[in-house]
């Protein structure tokens, strides 16, 4: 699934340029896994093909590349602040849940503690449970964020809705091809970076 995932994501971002005739040095220099390496050459030979007689002006390649990879309902800027947003709540329900639970349990475990030095031998049994029950589900909650490795997505999203929310107007001051394509490039290879470091992650996880 995670290398269907990062081939479908090369394919992405091979479609949204188009018919701009370019050499995809950004495939080349990403750590791709060498599986892949086959791929990445015949995507980029078919690309350089298919694009050298493109009768599109670069302008209208850069309009088509903002509302297809980066502006819209499908675009790159709403998607990470989507996920920022989504990654942000569980882990602050994670985390409030983990302060909940433990501090709960130190409150049930002090209270039947109290009742026994009172002289209660028989101190309410919820209590007890309580006290077990509780800190397992606090540590329930954190390994929940560890798992779904919500602190570093959390961290990945905010730097990618900073560099993208911070580069979308440089594309439109661009006023030449040259400028347009290496900020386009330069974004590909941000976007696509995010997928491969990603897809490391997984790959040494069980």
């Known amino acids: ?13 091979v479609g949204s340029l188009r018919a701009h005739h370019v050499h995809l040095h950004y495939l080349f220099t990403l750590p791709f896994p060498e599986s892949l390496q086959p791929l990445l050459r015949t995507v980029n ?9 493109s009768p599109s002006s670069w302008q209208e ?15 790159q800027i709403r998607y990470y602040t989507t996920k920022l947003a989504e990654s942000k709540g569980k882990l602050r329900f994670a985390t409030r849940l983990f302060h909940l639970a433990s501090i709960t349990a130190i409150l049930a475990t002090g209270t039947k503690l109290a ?22 589900l606090a540590v329930g909650a954190l390994s929940l964020a560890a798992s779904f490795d919500l602190e570093a997505r ?18 439109d001051s661009a006023n030449t091809e040259r400028a347009f394509t290496h900020l386009m490039l330069r974004a590909e290879y941000r976007l696509l970076g995010e997928t491969v470091n990603w897809f490391s992650r997984r790959s040494f996880t069980s």
């Open 1 to 13: 699934w995670a290398t269907s995932r990062l081939t479908a994501e090369i394919a992405r971002s």
């Open 45 to 53: 030979v078919l690309h350089l093909a298919s694009s050298k007689e």
């Open 61 to 75: 390649e850069r309009t088509h590349y903002l509302a297809r990879r980066l502006d819209g309902p499908e675009g």
């Open 115 to 136: 009742l026994i030095l009172a002289g209660n031998t028989h101190p309410p049994s919820a209590l007890g449970v309580l006290a077990i029950l509780l800190p397992v």
């Open 154 to 171: 959390v961290h990945t999203y905010q730097e990618m809705v900073d560099y993208l929310t911070g580069v979308r107007p440089l594309f």
